[in-house]
T-cell receptor, first 115, second 112 residues
Framework: EAGVVQSPRYKIIEKKQPVAFWCNPI?????LYWYRQNLGQGPELLIR????????DSQLPKDRFSAERLKGVDSTLKIQPAELGDSAVYLC?????????????FGPGTRLTVT | AQSVSQHNHHVILSEAASLELGCNYS??????LFWYVQYPGQHLQLLLK??????LVKGIKGFEAEFIKSKFSFNLRKPSVQWSDTAEYFC??????????FGTGTRLKVLA
């Protein structure tokens, strides 16, 4: 079974530039999560999707971050414009559903460096 | 606000030593509890989970954790660590809102 796929693995951009991250969850997983992990911290939830619906985006900085999950499968997270403080690892995870009885499977993450 | 505390940020042990990593959470209701591990260069993966029933849960690679409701704790243990256990360990709680809250992680280094 293929795991959660993320691309790119690394991205270096200058501040004020846009950047996008892509995630392909495990087949059949209805729930998709985007997390941000700062250095020395645990993952922090940015947004959770149930199929194509964003059901929890309370932690997403909506002035510069946006996300979409077309057709309830792949998802894209975008930052525009990026700031120095956005440097972090962006993790995508998926699970069969949201009720917490199913473990989350994490992708390898995208390490973003904003200079 | 819900939170998860991992008291040990860095732990160094020799092979065969026993391990206990602390995890405390703040939430008064029903919780689902998890320990995830991230080996060097790899992605986060599940070690073990607790939903209900026996508060002592066993996971992969000889790890176990005990849920003590009265102490709001879910400590991770292993009787004898190996060099290959060198990794970062994260405790996570899923409570009520279906939002997973992660601790800050504990970096374990096992000396051969």
């Amino acid at each position: 079974e293929a795991g959660v796929v993320q691309s790119p693995r690394y991205k270096i951009i200058e501040k004020k530039q846009p950047v996008a991250f892509w995630c392909n969850p495990i087949s059949g997983h209805n729930t998709l999560y985007w997390y941000r992990q700062n250095l020395g911290q645990g993952p922090e939830l940015l947004i959770r999707y149930e199929n194509e619906e964003a059901v929890d985006d309370s932690q997403l900085p909506k002035d510069r971050f946006s996300a979409e999950r077309l057709k309830g499968v792949d998802s894209t997270l975008k930052i525009q414009p990026a700031e120095l403080g956005d440097s972090a690892v962006y993790l995508c995870a998926s699970s069969l559903d949201y009720r917490g009885h199913y473990e989350q499977y994490f992708g390898p993450g995208t390490r973003l460096t904003v200079t | 606000a819900q939170s998860v505390s991992q008291h040990n940020h860095h732990v160094i042990l020799s092979e065969a030593a026993s391990l206990e990593l602390g995890c405390n959470y703040s939430y008064g209701g029903t919780v689902n509890l998890f320990w995830y591990v991230q080996y060097p260069g790899q992605h986060l993966q599940l070690l073990l989970k607790y939903f209900s029933g026996d508060p002592l849960v066993k996971g992969i690679k000889g790890f176990e954790a005990e849920f003590i409701k009265s102490k709001f704790s879910f400590n991770l243990r292993k009787p004898s660590v190996q060099w290959s256990d060198t990794a970062e360990y994260f405790c996570a709680v899923n409570a009520g809102t279906y939002k997973y809250i992660f601790g800050t992680g504990t970096r374990l280094k096992v000396l051969a």
